[in-house]
């Protein structure tokens, strides 16, 4: 390709350009600038490495010093406490003997029982010396005392010398405890000590300062203006003393350390960099060029970046959930279906978990919807814990969270899954600065076996849930086949329930109390029965749970206190008149505010006294939102109503509810009456029961009792009431009536041996 002569001037131009040379200097120089200074640190870093090393050998002398003169005064010591009448002229000797062999201690002193120096050598250096008292404070004292009993040498440290200037004593015990003659000392200037450190250095080289727990307390130096840009600090390990070793070297030391090098290197890379300088015209344009193209380059995928993060921040607002800040659920059904995809592929499983909160609505509804936030939150964190590449936590949404595990082997797998789940709500929930305890329901389903699609999956999942809600809450449920037929059978269930109040469908029966005092039947509590067209009689524990669940359990305790009443007013005027009802609560309906103006309204509709009606909690509704449930108690008691506690012993038993609430009757848990004859344990309990609601002025009634062995247990424990299948099971109001006419109960019970 032929270039015009205008083109190819203006490229000789650019080559030519002076500003480049220039450039291309700086930049060696800077090479240049920044090589001299990493070798300058290296060749810093091996000085400082020689200091380092300088201030371990030193302190390593100065540690077997002091171990070799401890060693000799022990042993001088020890030939005075072995000949304990030796004569001073004689130990004198000995000690000159040490003074000529060391040559580093000031003097040799042997100091009695009271810690004064008796002898010392020599005499002449050390007048004023003798008489002097070693335990001249209470520190040194205690720490000569604990010499003389434990036998161990003790070391001074840094002191102030009765001979002038400052040094070190070394005490070495003669004799230990009872046995014990003194001490022997061994007393060195610290200008000695710091000489003899020096001795096999330069002269003039170093600074040695000596530190006890960080303060200097010793400082020789053979020359001035050290430099404080290095210094090494080394521990020194001597018994007794907290000392460092610090080492600043003289400038001259320093220099004789130094390498020519980082110098040679600068000037010689400065003169490379003049010579290559004239020949980088023509990659002066090429960088330029590069670099204008760069930066267009840079630009454009800073603008790509900026679009894909606006195109993920959208992506995940509409994949996350606000409030617990994990994946919502369309985000997870669409990760769900890949999951499924891949694992189908794959021949692998997929677990699906569903995760319900145990009464989180009456918490809600009781501590209000910011509590309920913040426990959804908390509970969101302990779960997104758990997640990882194989295990995605959602928020389904109300008190309901999804859990999907990916690539599961076998069923321990999914089996330790739920283990990690269960164990992130033992601790309590501190919200609002109360501790709340918080337990879980899980349903499971496992790909393929449960279903084949992520909504097949799901649905068996949500089945598994409620499953594990009828076996009692805070527990698990795999899916298995045969439960969708039960599902769907509970689905028709609850859509016949919402007509059965409608269509007049339930019935009350009644079962006998026996007074175990007089073996009459003065009460009966109402249990509500479904009379389904086409299912027949249904107990309670068939569609109760679903009229909780639906919030329709307030309109079926509504109609429980009006059919209670109704068949009270029926027995007006007849022998039946003055027996009492029982009629159960539930936690849903003690929490609405006008509970008490319907049940008084009932009472006064039909003309009833309130003391032939009794209300029947559990002790779990008892003790949730006690200031309200007080309150609504203390209401329904100054009409006159009764109340009792059912199945007492099975739950928050706690003496304080029974104290402040206005309770009346405790009924012990058929649970506790069941075995009460073969268990031990169950009997003491019951016992207990008794005798704790006697002591309270309170009437008991056991529930549950089918043996003649139970029925007289209890009589013996002086239980008030009883009522079971011993007696009869709850029978419509006419069978009622019946029996109660014909003394067919009281005949059961004297039969049974009350």
């Known amino acids: ?183 022997i000392a061994g007393v060195f200037r610290m200008e000695t000590l710091a000489r003899q450190l020096m001795a096999a250095r330069e002269p003039a080289m170093f600074q040695i300062q000596i530190l006890s727990k960080g303060t200097p307390v010793y400082t020789l130096s053979d ?59 023509l990659l002066q344009l090429i960088l330029r060029r590069n670099k204008d193209l760069l930066t267009a380059r840079k630009k454009l995928d800073e603008e790509i970046t900026q679009r894909k993060t606006i195109q993920q921040d959208l992506v995940r607002l509409e994949s996350t959930d606000v409030l617990t800040g994990l994946p919502n659920r369309r985000f997870f059904m669409e990760d769900l279906a890949h999951s499924l995809h891949i694992a189908n592929r794959q021949g692998r499983q997929v677990a699906l978990v569903m995760l319900d909160l145990d009464r989180f609505q009456t918490l809600n509804d009781s501590l209000g919807h910011q509590f309920g936030d913040e426990l959804l939150a908390q509970v969101a964190t302990r779960l997104d814990q758990l997640s990882d590449e194989g295990i995605t936590v959602a928020y389904s949404g109300g008190d309901e969270f999804m859990i999907c595990q990916q690539n599961v082997e076998d069923i321990d797998d999914v089996i330790y899954l739920l283990g990690l789940i269960k164990h992130c709500f033992e601790a309590p929930f501190l919200i ?61 269930l609850e859509k016949d329930l919402s007509q059965a109040l409608a269509h007049n469908e339930f019935v009350l029966h009644y079962q006998p109390q026996v007074n175990l005092t007089s073996g009459k039947v003065n009460s009966v509590e109402a249990l509500i029965r479904w009379q389904h067209p086409r299912r027949g009689l249904l107990s309670p524990v068939e569609f109760i749970p679903l009229a909780e669940e639906s919030g329709r359990i307030t309109d079926i305790g509504q109609w429980v206190v009006m059919a209670a009443c109704r068949q009270l007013a029926a027995w007006k005027g007849t022998r039946f008149e003055n027996l009492r009802v029982a009629i159960n609560l539930s936690g849903r309906e003690l929490d609405d505010d006008n509970l008490v103006d319907r049940i008084r309204n009932a009472l006064d509709k039909e003309g009833i006294p309130a003391n032939r009606l009794e209300v029947e909690l559990t002790e779990e509704i008892f003790i949730q939102n006690i200031e309200h449930n007080l309150g609504q108690l203390s209401r329904l008691h100054e009409l006159g109503i009764k109340l009792a506690i059912d199945d007492f012993g099975v739950g928050y038993s706690s003496l304080a509810y029974l104290r402040d609430f206005p309770v009346d009757l405790l009924k012990i848990d058929r649970s506790f009456i069941r075995d009460v004859n073969e268990r031990h344990d169950d009997a003491v309990i019951t016992r207990a029961i008794i005798n704790l609601a006697h002591n309270l002025g309170l009437h008991v009634i056991a529930e549950g009792v089918e043996t003649p062995g139970q029925l007289e247990f209890l009589k013996g424990q002086g239980c008030d009431l009883i009522q079971g299948y011993l007696i009869s099971r709850a029978i419509p109001p006419a069978d009622l009536e019946k029996s109660l006419a014909s003394g067919t109960f009281e005949k059961l019970a004297a039969s049974s041996g009350l």
């Open 432 to 492: 609002q600065d109360e501790a709340h305890g918080v337990t879980a329901t899980l349903g499971v389903a496992v790909f393929p076996q449960s279903g084949l699609d992520s909504d097949i999956l799901l649905r068996n999942a949500d089945i598994a849930l409620y499953r594990a809600k009828e076996q009692g809450r805070n527990t698990y449920q795999f899916y298995t086949e045969g439960m969708q037929e039960r599902e769907v059978m509970r689905l028709e």
């Open 223 to 281: 020359f001035e203006n050290t430099t404080r840009l290095m210094s090494y600090t080394e521990p020194v390990n001597i018994p007794t003393l907290d000392w460092q070793l610090t080492l600043q070297p003289s400038p001259e030391w320093i220099d004789k350390q130094r390498s020519p090098w980082p110098r040679w290197t600068f000037i010689t890379l400065v003169f490379v960099g003049l010579l290559t300088s004239l020949s980088a015209l």
């Open 1 to 183: 390709m032929e270039h015009s002569p205008k083109k190819v001037g203006l490229f000789m131009k650019r080559l030519l350009n002076p500003v480049f040379p220039v450039v291309i200097f700086l930049v060696f120089l800077g090479i240049a600038t920044g090589l001299r200074y990493g070798l300058i640190q290296q060749y810093t870093g091996q000085i400082e490495a020689n200091l380092k090393n300088e201030a371990r050998i030193m302190a390593h002398n100065l540690e077997w010093e002091f171990t070799v003169h401890a060693d000799a005064i022990r042993r001088m010591a020890k030939r005075l406490a072995t000949d304990p009448r030796i004569s001073e002229s004689v130990w004198r000797e000995d000690a000159r003997s040490y003074l000529d062999d060391f040559r580093v201690y000031q003097a040799v002193e042997w100091i009695d029982r009271d810690f004064f120096v008796q002898w010392l050598e020599p005499a002449s250096t050390n007048e004023g010396v003798k008489g002097f008292n070693s335990a001249f404070n209470k520190q040194r004292r205690e720490a000569l005392e604990a010499a003389v009993e434990t036998g161990n040498h003790d070391i001074s440290g840094v002191i102030d010398l009765e001979q002038g200037g400052q040094g070190i004593v070394i005490y070495a015990p003669v004799g230990t405890g009872a046995e014990n003659n003194g001490l």
